[in-house]
């Protein structure tokens, strides 16, 4: 995908000119633009120039947009990318968070707007079910600098980091979406990092009966090691234990071996679901990573089609026949797109056919994909055929290239991809396609592996090259050690908290046992996938926490407690000490800090007061059920002598809080208030300093 820039940005480690002077604000309180002020233009601050004719002329050429709208299409994509956000959580916690969101956050702004301010109200995505995803046609700079939005730009942060809300771009939610992940498919993300796809996918096969566990899983991968660790970072908010990551190139992904169901031997596993959003030039995100309009050319599209192209034909030879593929980019380009699936349908031979989406997705004004389009050189010369091609040109644009003949491409309905145009949503650009595989691929069915001597132009081989030296990348990870008949830790666990789950599906990553600090919690699927492919696939991280060793054992019978990272997993399978806290029990809980004194147990409402003293001391879950609603809030503490207190996070405090619809003004920092603050206070000291050497110049010397 279009990776964004960081130079210049946020972290890039350089500190502002000093030849700029002091910051200067408007008077909202908003920073002004040093790329506004006299000095800064001294300076050289340039805005990137937003304006490509070689863009234009191509895509004018490829008919991608009609001509009426194309002027349209050209000023949308110079503007800056609204910012957009979807709720992620549990089904009852989202409509919660939905209830909250309109009456606290989008009531305030609409007051603001009634008053006559220049207010903009996030729209509701029509194609995103539930009502659940939104559209706040402003940048995430001009949500950070008005002091308007200061209130939802604090939730919006705060709840992303408990990870009940994703921000994330609306063209991004399309794939998932048409993929239709159930609670029993294996699916696999071929180019999964940094996670926002990955995470809806694990949201969807979680959407089962509460209590349940899915039969599926989810296995994320990417070729970048560091990106998998961001990657691991977003799928660990959503507690899920079914999903697996690895770190493996796309094009060569080495298949997983699960036991057969019919035989004592290993076997492939194949997926249900996969999704290849592929890496591509990225033309499409010109509104959020502008240092793209200078830097294209129609050549950049074709260097890319050769590894798109064999990622998506190594995803089919994993995809079990009547399975579903996604692939999709963020790219405008007919050779990233409909070349590469016209590719695929060709090479499957009649057995791979494209689904509609249209259907899945009402409410989204999108345009079909092309059935014909015209390859060009990286100076905007077009070729209508390959015969046609320089020989410098014939080398970057090859034949497979070129749309079907005629005869062909009636047969393939390339009509039945789809294209997001920025002017239609005020979106990014993006293409989706969704493909079924009708029957085996049939390379792999004659037993053999096509190679460059089979189809001279055709860079289609998925097999890998020969091996070379192995060579360590990335860091070591430590071993995951899945619990044995024999394990002395588990009956603990299991008598202590009467858990129901069985020790299969446990594991430490050390194999010291006085060192197995964490257990992590698995299905039996994801086991049966970490002990076969442990030595030969890099797996990066799989299991979510769900319990901790006591730091001290505190009188406890049991030296491990529930850990609040896996609690929404683990919860629902305990059977022994769940207490119930009132609502304001479970606010003063929350809002005792880690470094404050642990609420005493007199001070609790007179039925848990009952519940707390029948409890011995140890490690509980506490549940909130909302007597008006669904939800019930999931967490977990510690029951001393005398007090309780809670292990919660601070940022998943504020979030619990805001669910059981306590008080939290105290939380809501006004950045802007607080700048005003302090420049009044410099003021007054500059003031303040000044009268007092006005006041040594009128003290007179003695004569």
């Known amino acids: 995908m279009g990776k964004k820039s960081n130079k210049g940005g946020k972290g890039a480690g350089k ?10 604000y408007d008077e909202q309180g908003n920073m002004i633009d040093d790329r506004n002020t006299e000095a800064g233009k001294l300076l050289g601050y340039k805005d990137i120039v937003r304006s490509n004719l070689l863009f234009e002329k191509f895509y004018r050429e490829q008919g991608i947009c009609p001509e009426a709208e194309f002027e349209e299409m050209m000023e949308c994509l110079k503007q800056d990318l609204p910012a957009s956000f979807r709720i992620s959580a549990s089904r009852a916690e989202s409509q919660a968070l939905l209830k909250i969101l309109e009456t606290d956050y989008f009531a305030e702004l609409s007051s603001h707007q009634a008053a006559g301010e220049d207010v903009v109200i996030p729209k509701l995505l029509p194609w995103y079910p539930d009502s659940l995803a939104y559209q706040l046609n402003l940048t995430r700079r001009e949500i950070r600098r008005q002091e308007v939005y200061f209130k939802l730009h604090n939730f919006l942060v705060a709840e992303t980091e408990s990870g009940a809300i994703s921000r994330q771009e609306a063209v991004s939610m399309l794939p998932p979406l048409v993929l239709g992940v159930k609670p029993h498919h294996n699916v696999l993300d071929m180019c999964a990092a940094p996670g926002s796809k990955t995470a809806q996918m694990i949201e969807d096969l979680h959407k089962g009966e509460e209590g349940e566990l899915p039969t599926g899983l989810v296995v994320a991968n990417d070729s970048d090691n560091a990106r998998c660790y961001m990657l691991t970072h977003q799928a660990k908010r959503l507690q899920s234990p079914c999903v697996i990551i690895t770190n493996h190139d796309a094009t060569t992904m080495p298949d997983l071996m699960v036991p057969s169901p019919t035989t004592s031997t290993l076997t492939p596993m194949l997926y249900d679901r996969i999704l290849c959003d592929v890496p591509c030039s990225g033309d499409g995100t010109m509104r959020k990573n502008p240092d793209i309009w200078p830097k294209w050319n129609p050549v950049n599209s074709s260097n890319l089609h050769g590894i798109q192209y064999r990622i998506a034909r190594r995803a089919l030879e994993m995809l079990a026949v009547g399975g579903r593929m996604v692939y999709s980019t963020c790219s405008f380009h007919p050779l990233e797109n409909e070349a590469v699936v016209a590719r695929l349908l060709q090479d499957m031979e009649g057995r791979l056919q494209l689904v509609e989406v249209k259907d899945m997705l009402p409410g989204l004004n999108s345009s079909p994909g092309l059935e014909t389009w015209t390859p060009a050189s990286k100076q905007g010369e077009f070729y209508s055929s390959f015969d046609l091609c320089p020989p410098k040109v014939a080398a970057q644009i090859r034949p497979y290239m070129f749309p079907p003949p005629p005869s062909t491409v009636a047969s393939l309905c390339l009509t039945k991809c789809v294209r997001v145009l920025p002017h239609k949503h005020n979106t990014g650009g993006f293409f989706v396609a969704l493909l079924e595989k009708t029957g085996g691929c049939p390379w792999q069915e004659e037993g053999r592996k096509e190679s460059k001597e089979d189809k001279p132009d055709s860079p289609s081989v998925t097999e890998a090259p020969p091996e070379k030296k192995k060579r360590f990348w990335g860091f070591r990870e ?26 299969t599906m446990f594991l430490t990553r050390c194999e010291d046992e006085s060192k197995k600090n964490g257990i992590y919690f698995t299905t039996e699927k994801v086991r049966h996938v970490m002990e076969n492919n442990v030595d030969r696939v890099k797996i990066i991280n799989t299991g979510v926490k769900a319990f901790a060793r006591c ?19 683990t919860v629902p399978f305990i059977g022994a000490r769940m207490l119930h806290p009132a609502r304001e029990d479970m606010e003063m809980m929350l809002l005792s800090e880690d470094q404050d004194t642990p609420p005493e147990i007199t001070k609790m409402s007179e039925k848990f007061r009952e519940e707390l003293e029948k409890t011995e001391t140890g490690s509980v879950a506490l549940l909130f059920k909302d007597p008006s609603s669904s939800l019930t809030v999931k967490i977990v503490g510690w029951k001393g002598k005398i007090s309780v207190r809670a292990y919660v996070p601070r940022n998943d405090r504020l979030h619990y809080l805001r669910l059981i619809g306590a008080d939290i003004s105290s939380f809501e920092i006004n950045k802007f208030k607080e700048r005003k603050q302090r420049e009044q206070e410099r003021e007054a000291a500059k003031e303040a300093d000044a009268n007092k ?3 040594k110049g009128d003290i007179q010397p003695e004569k």
């Open 15 to 24: 500190r502002r000119d000093p030849r700029l002077g002091e910051k200067k």
């Open 551 to 569: 730091e001290k054992n505190k009188g406890a019978s049991c030296d491990y407690r529930i850990a609040q990272e896996g609690a929404l997993s």
């Open 478 to 503: 430590d071993p995951f050690i899945y619990f044995k008949p024999e394990e002395p830790i588990y009956p603990r666990i299991r008598d202590y908290f009467k858990l129901s789950l069985p020790y």
């Open 693 to 695: 050497l006005n006041d």
